[in-house]
């Protein structure tokens, strides 16, 4: 017989401000404990080093998580020019130090400019990806490098905030899976004088804001009610597809995993709902009719 889940059924996102200095787990395992839920998942992992906007799934929402790992991300990063650690950011050691030449807004914003678009990344060695089953900062830890096939990813935008020498503060948007220490290293070389990380803070994950994220101290200032009214509705990261209502003897086809035929359209996913309760996704076939592509059970949340 299988373990008891302990704890409570609760169904939403809530928005966390990660602090400095935790690991995305540990923050999780945190509000996880302090909203006694059984179910519970981040999306997107932070480093100890930065801060900021870390999206929380329970329960049914853990579903959505994927929407939302593929979500572009925003960051505001403070970049030390002249220094080059092992890790990419100020936890490493340094292992070379430059001098920084005189550099201009003008040519700053030059090259910053010459990395928006699609890019080539070299994953770091101190991440989570994994190499023959073990994650590449363990083998770092060893002392062992070893190759890693570059990637592309998309950076949206840089926005040059201010440069007061060495620190030279970033905003970048850009897509899923950009590293933003290997973004700095690269601004640093192409520079001609390294540059680490020394603070990272993501303030954006797709719709979502770190304007209505919250800090922990402020979670458990909170009463129950309050706690649980902070939860965002599991389908809200699924707005971007279209919405369609069923009726009963459609609501039940899907509950059993059949097909229904709908109108014809173009859109291949859409959003099932019935009686205003959101029941999940639909794929669309080739013959017309809307298959159950992932299914909900919302019948017996707790917010």
């Known amino acids: 017989m299988g373990k008891r889940k302990s704890g409570r059924d609760l169904h939403g996102i809530l928005l966390l401000d990660k602090r400095l200095g935790v690991s995305s787990n540990r923050a999780l395992q945190e509000v996880k404990r302090l909203m ?5 998942g981040h999306t997107g992992s932070l480093d100890p080093l930065a801060t900021g906007l870390l999206p929380l799934c329970f329960g049914e929402a853990t579903k959505v998580s994927a929407f939302m790992l593929n979500a572009d991300k925003r960051y505001e990063v403070t970049v030390q020019l002249g220094v080059v650690t092992d890790t ?15 550099l201009t807004i003008k040519e700053l914003n030059t090259v910053l400019q010459s990395f928006i678009g699609v ?15 073990k994650k590449l900062y363990e083998l770092a830890r060893e002392g062992i490098v070893i190759d890693r096939i570059a990637r592309k990813v998309e950076i949206k935008d840089i926005c040059l905030q ?3 020498e060495p620190n030279l503060k970033l905003e970048v948007s850009c897509s899923k ?21 020394i603070d990272l803070r993501r303030t954006a994950s797709g719709q979502f804001s770190i304007n209505n994220a919250l800090t ?29 209502l069923l009726l009963n003897d459609q609501a039940k086809s899907i509950g059993f995993g059949q ?20 029941l999940g996704l639909g794929e669309r076939l080739s013959d017309g009719k809307i298959l159950p592509k992932k299914l909900f059970n919302l019948n017996k949340i707790e917010l």
């Open 119 to 133: 890019i080539e990344q070299v994953p770091p060695m101190y991440s989570a990806l994994k190499h023959n089953g």
């Open 259 to 278: 097909p229904i035929f709908l109108m014809p359209s173009s859109e291949e996913v859409v959003r099932l709902y019935h009686n205003g309760q959101f």
């Open 88 to 102: 990419g950011d100020a936890e490493g050691q340094v292992i070379q130090r430059m001098c920084v030449p005189a």
């Open 216 to 244: 922990l101290a402020q979670l458990q200032s909170m009463n129950d009610d309050d706690l649980q009214s902070a939860f965002i509705a599991v389908d809200a990261p699924l707005m971007h597809f279209p919405a369609v």
């Open 162 to 164: 201010s440069y007061v």
């Open 36 to 40: 006694d839920a059984n179910k519970a």
């Open 177 to 197: 899976g950009t590293y933003i220490r290997t973004l700095a290293e690269d601004i640093g070389q192409v520079l001609g004088c390294g540059g680490t990380v």
